[in-house]
């Protein structure tokens, strides 16, 4: 099955006129290949919150920094941030209780841009999942 993790990754802009531009933008400039990944990626699970925010959520992804998607997914946020001046914040949450990284490029950033992240773990036996 293959080691799987909880991510959140999160972009705020100054208004919800600029984060719909760069979330325009974003689509023509970052391809996840085939209609299938761009349809995972942009109708499941990235949106635009709140109106001047993009926010990434998967619960159980394989982030690895060597596939395609996840290189992407992190090129996307990171040229949010330095192209287009976004706050940018990452989480990832692992299988492991001491495997959690957090990333936060303001640590006083007072708007509440975020949301908390929270491990969902599941068991899976062969009556179901507990």
């Known amino acids: ?6 991510v959140f ?3 705020s802009f100054p208004t919800d006129e600029q984060a719909e531009a760069a979330m325009m933008a974003a689509k023509l400039k970052f391809d996840f290949g085939e209609a299938v990944e761009n ?5 499941d699970h990235c949106e635009l919150v709140n109106g001047h925010r993009i926010i990434f ?8 920094d060597t596939y395609d998607s996840i290189i992407n997914i992190t ?3 990171e040229w949010f941030q330095s192209e287009l001046g976004a706050h940018v914040k990452f989480v990832r949450i692992g299988e492991e209780m001491d495997d ?3 990333i936060d490029d303001h640590d006083d950033y007072e708007d509440d841009v975020f949301y908390e992240v929270y491990p969902n773990i599941s068991l899976q036996t062969p009556w179901g999942t507990l």
Do not use: L, P
């Not at 099955?1 to 909880?6: A, E, I, L, N, V």
């Not at 349809?39 to 109708?43: G, R």
């Not at 959520?57 to 690895?64: L, Q, R």
């Open 57 to 64: 959520t998967h619960s159980a992804v394989k982030w690895y």
């Open 100 to 102: 959690i990284e957090i």
């Open 1 to 6: 099955m293959g080691y799987r993790s909880q």
């Open 75 to 77: 090129s996307m946020f």
């Open 9 to 11: 990754y999160g972009a």
């Open 39 to 43: 349809s995972w990626f942009w109708d």
